[in-house]
């Protein structure tokens, strides 16, 4: 029987902004067709995991591995195959979604995606206006799509329904529950108990850098609930606040 490696890997990564430890031996995996979701408090240090993830960060110590390789040492064929996107969208104000998309898309082989997706988000309902304009919840359907765009193999969301209005939410859960089903391995930032809930195969919670749980939803959250046993896991004391 062949072991199948994970998608990603964190082994015993430890992150150091000067003084400030914000990951300490963190060590998970996450796999092919399936959903992680990572929770932890702010400042826990899930953004500079992600970041690791990406490549957009050189690791310190310890090894991350995402679909076999370091992220940090890439190449353009590996970036193809991974989608990312970040908190603050990195996206240009002055152009509109429309042409920002279709530019994307060239490099990713991605214009047939892009009807799809762009029919899925509700996208043409602003589609020439400049990005600048657009509301916080609006950018984030546009930073998806980008995302997606190339069918990655592996996609790291952060926090990627921050700020959507009831039924966008709903389209991109769905929408990540295929991404999933095609295959992808789907590693989502969260701050919501409901999205890890409804969303959610595997569960790692993150606090002070260090993985308090991981495991699947149901062995995550246990009797008490996935509410509840988070914050048994990332209790402040007098010490931490
Ligand atoms: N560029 C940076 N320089 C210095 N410290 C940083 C930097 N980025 C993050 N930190 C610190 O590292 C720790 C982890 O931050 P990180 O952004 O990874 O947490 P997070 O879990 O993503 O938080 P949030 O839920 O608020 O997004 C925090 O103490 C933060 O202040």
């Not at 199948?4 to 430890?21: C, L, M």
């Not at 970040?86 to 979604?97: E, I, R, Y």
């Not at 996609?155 to 991404?179: K, M, N, Y």
Request: charged share 25%.
């Amino acid at each position: 029987m062949t072991v199948k490696s994970p998608a990603v890997a964190f082994d015993q990564v430890t992150h150091r902004y000067g003084t400030n430890t914000a990951l300490d031996a963190l060590t998970f995996t996450a796999d092919a067709g399936r959903v992680t979701c990572v929770l932890g408090p702010n400042g826990a240090g899930k953004t500079t995991a992600m970041e690791l993830a990406e490549g957009l960060k050189q690791p310190q110590t310890g090894s991350v591995r995402v679909l076999g390789h370091s992220p940090w040492r890439a190449d353009d064929r590996h970036r193809s195959r991974v989608g990312v996107m970040l908190q603050d969208g990195g996206l240009p104000g002055a152009v509109g979604a429309r042409r920002f998309l279709q530019h994307v898309a060239t490099l990713v082989d991605g214009r047939v995606r892009l009807d799809e997706l762009a029919n899925r988000l509700d996208l043409q309902a602003f589609w020439d206006t400049s990005m600048r304009r657009l509301s916080g919840g609006q950018r984030q359907r546009v930073a998806l799509t980008a995302a997606l765009l190339g069918t990655p193999e592996v996609a790291f969301l952060d926090e990627p329904t921050a700020g959507l209005d009831p039924h966008a939410r709903l389209d991109v859960w769905d929408l990540i529950r295929d991404e999933r089903d095609r295959g992808c391995a789907v590693v989502v930032t969260t701050h919501s108990f409901e999205e890890a809930e409804r969303l959610a195969d595997d569960i790692v919670v993150i606090a002070h850098g260090q993985v308090r749980a991981a495991g699947t939803l149901a062995e995550v959250a246990g009797t008490t609930g996935l509410e509840a046993r988070y914050f048994e896991l990332t209790r402040r004391t007098e010490a931490t606040r």
